[in-house]
């Protein structure tokens, strides 16, 4: 398995992100849920549901969309439909089954999004992204702000609190947490020393979203892998 922080090339890289991309969509990197592999094909029909607590002001909504809708074109080039459920029945029992003492366990609600019948053709449903903004801290971890993942195809916020108030910071966020739904597993300061690259503390992909824009490195990361998956 490839050391991320070993020197290689850049066609090592490149194929190295194109094996784990592969690897994800044939089902050996896919969460197995009850003994069914559910395989991420969340954005096949161009879908993105957005639901969230009544108490998110709508400004934050709008902030939240067009920052993920920005960095999707500006990466995959892929257009997405965004459909604003507010305050839906469904969405608010998913985020009640994943509460735990008033805070978000976010693998409970990523298994609930990938296995809802709303996105199984079988049983009336379409394919789609979720993205839910909630009012209520993650699990155990008052610090971070979002949680996304590619194989989940989904994505959710914690804004307790007045944190919907720093816009500047929570775009940044968003940028960062659609980096990882587009496929980037990992983040910039995980991998170093790449062929071609110089390392950028302000890529958006550090640990710490210190910047808006991804560096060359990333930006490549995430064309790579949708060469791959489409």
């Known amino acids: 398995m490839w050391n991320p922080r070993q020197p290689f090339t850049h066609d090592e890289f490149r194929e190295h992100v194109q094996i784990i991309a592969h690897e994800t969509m044939t089902g050996l990197r896919t969460p197995a849920i009850n003994g069914k ?9 161009g879908e993105i549901r957005v639901s969230w607590d009544s108490a998110i002001p709508q400004e934050t909504i709008n902030l939240i969309v067009d920052s993920v809708d920005e960095r999707i074109r500006e990466t995959a080039g892929i257009k997405f439909n965004f459909i604003t459920l507010g305050d839906h029945p469904s969405a608010a029992e998913q985020v ?53 993942s590619f194989k989940y195809g989904t994505m959710v916020f914690a804004l307790y609190g007045q944190r919907y108030q720093n816009r500047n910071f929570l775009h940044r966020v968003t940028l960062h947490e659609t980096n990882h739904l587009l496929g980037m597993y990992c983040h910039c300061d995980d991998y170093l020393n790449v062929e071609g690259y110089n390392y950028i503390p302000e890529c958006n992909m550090h640990y710490s979203c210190f910047g808006f824009d991804l560096c060359p490195k990333c930006m490549d990361f995430i064309r790579h892998w949708w060469e791959q998956i489409i």
């Open 37 to 45: 592999k559910y395989l991420p094909h969340w954005w096949t029909q």
């Open 96 to 148: 009640a089954s994943a509460t735990i003492n008033g805070q978000i366990n976010v693998e409970q609600l990523f298994t609930s999004a990938l296995s809802e019948s709303w996105r199984d053709q079988n049983r009336g449903g379409r394919q789609h992204a979720d993205i839910y903004i909630t009012t209520k801290p993650f699990f155990n971890d008052a610090v971070s702000w979002g949680a996304s």
